[in-house]
């Protein structure tokens, strides 16, 4: 397996700026936002608002011990991260669309994956509502997650996949 062809360098490359942009964005909330503060970026539809989540997606096990936590999400983690890896490695280069959607999905496991090991919960900050009605705040990982299982959604309902 040559490591540095270019069906490689396109997962480093889309992942890498993925989990740079999810890293940066989420230490400058840090940085510059106390927890649960939030800002009005469009009134009535967008805030950035400082979340943590010590779940998973929607709050999934929030309320378990933090070391049940850890052990499940790092485990779920990082087999998915090894099951991605593996879906990328096998998609043939006919199929450019979903090897990339492999690879977003790939790097917005890392970059969450990363907030997991070093500090046991994901920083969220996007927050998307309308009235009273909030959909679950979340990062650009998520949001490279969401839009990578979008596009492999795409795939398997247009036949576009892989023989």
Do not use: C
Not at 17 to 25: E, M, P
Not at 31 to 40: D, G, N, W
Not at 83 to 89: C, G, M, N, T
């Amino acid at each position: 397996m040559k490591i540095f062809n270019s069906k490689y360098m396109r997962l480093a490359g889309v992942a890498g700026l993925i989990v740079i942009a999810d890293q940066i964005t989420k230490a400058l909330i840090l940085k510059s936002m106390p927890l649960y503060h939030s800002v009005s970026v469009i009134p009535g539809f967008f805030n950035i608002t400082h979340i943590q989540n010590p779940g998973g997606a929607f709050g999934f096990l929030a309320n378990q011990s933090s070391s049940l936590r850890t052990i499940v999400f790092l485990l779920i983690s990082s087999l998915a991260v090894g099951l991605i890896f593996w879906f990328y490695k096998n998609t043939p280069k006919t199929h450019p669309w979903l090897a990339t959607a492999f690879a977003m999905i790939f790097g917005g496991a890392i970059g969450n994956l990363i907030d997991r090991i070093r500090f046991g919960k994901v920083v969220d900050f996007l927050d998307i509502y309308m009235g009273d009605l909030h959909w679950p705040a979340f990062n650009v990982a998520d949001s490279a997650i969401s839009m990578g299982i979008a596009i492999f959604v795409f795939h398997l309902l247009f036949k576009k996949l892989p023989e």
